[in-house]
């Protein structure tokens, strides 16, 4: 009976753990406007959002900033505390007093939170922040003689920033004095550097980094792969995944192995090879389809999606699972 107690002890220290490394945040706008999410002075989403779910955050408590894009609509500055474990849903809306405000909507376990929902920026929690790459480029040309003087200045600066939505900006300036001119001559210099988008309490600003020449890349890109990317994210490193497997594996009943798997896959970005292999645990058909239609929303290389069809043994589950991510909408 003791080591039973105890057997149960560990059980819940367990369970506890897990819980609390897996929480999740959600931000919508009911009025529509877009905004940013910063979470201990870190900014989160890289374009504007109406709808954002911040995943994998493992303290009760975050300073948080929405910060609005509409130009009118004052910043919210906020500490969020919420339970570990859970998927916790804020909404912005117009107080009565005609303010807008954050507030607490709903609370769910993170098994029990819905599926990401059409329109909504899943974000896995990062606490670096964003990159900017800008290039600017200088040409001189200078054409002398006597008694006058030609000269005509061309400055071009290129940004590729995401505060704009990934698009760049191009700024283009001519300036021409123009008199009898013999001899010209020309120098053309071009710089690039990378800036880190910073934010404080108040404002949100750029900081040079170094002389780096080339793009900024913020998101993960997988080796050899050019297909269609699910979700927003780095897929589970596979030293935390075969982890996760030995966890799954250690419950006795499927029921507690498909909760869990559930439980890591709401909280992860995951590849097609990693959901095949969850899939693989399960000894029931259903059970393997129920699953690979649940992590189709959580998956990075989605391109990839028909290895998963191995998985089956019958043809019948091949066709509902492909009907089923034809049909699926973000």
């Not at 009976?1 to 706008?29: P, Y």
């Not at 200078?142 to 005509?152: R, V």
């Not at 490193?237 to 029921?255: G, Q, Y």
């Not at 969850?278 to 239609?293: N, V, Y």
């Amino acid at each position: 009976m003791k080591h039973f107690f105890t057997f149960l002890t560990l059980l819940f220290l367990s369970q506890w753990t897990i819980a609390q490394q897996n929480t999740n945040l959600v931000f919508f706008s009911e009025q529509g406007q877009q905004f940013y999410i910063i979470l201990n002075g870190i900014q989160q989403n890289p374009n504007p959002e109406t709808n954002v779910r911040v995943t994998n955050l493992i303290q009760p408590y975050y300073k948080v900033k929405v910060k609005f894009t509409d130009g009118m609509t004052p910043d919210i500055d906020k500490t969020l505390n919420f339970n570990p474990g859970t998927e916790t849903t804020y909404t912005i809306k117009t107080s009565n007093k005609g303010e807008t405000v954050l507030r607490w909507m709903s609370e769910v376990p993170i098994a029990q939170a819905p599926r990401p929902i059409a329109g909504q920026n899943v974000i896995v929690y990062h606490d670096t922040p964003l990159s900017t790459t800008v290039t600017q480029t200088t040409v001189i040309s200078n054409t002398t003689s006597n008694p006058g003087t030609s000269e005509q200045m061309n400055v071009g600066i290129n940004v590729n920033d995401p505060m704009m939505g990934g698009t760049g900006a191009n700024i283009n300036m001519n300036v021409n004095v123009n008199e009898t001119g013999m001899n010209t001559q020309t120098q053309s210099t071009t710089t690039t550097y990378s800036t880190t988008t910073t934010t404080t309490s108040g404002n949100v600003g750029t900081v040079q980094t170094g002389g780096t020449v080339g793009t900024v890349q913020n998101g993960y890109v997988m080796p050899g792969y050019n297909g269609n990317v699910g979700c927003n994210g780095y897929p589970m490193s596979e030293s935390r995944f075969n982890e996760v497997v030995k966890s799954i594996e250690a419950k006795s009943f499927d029921d507690s192995k498909l909760t869990m798997a559930k439980q890591v896959i709401n909280t992860n970005c995951m590849t097609s090879a990693q959901v095949k292999r969850l899939m693989l645990l399960f000894s029931f058909e259903d059970t393997r389809l129920d699953l690979a239609k649940y992590a189709y929303g959580y998956t990075y290389d989605i391109g990839n999606y028909y290895q998963l069809n191995d998985a089956f043994t019958f043809e019948s589950s091949i066709d509902e699972l492909n009907a089923y991510t034809s049909g699926f909408t973000r």
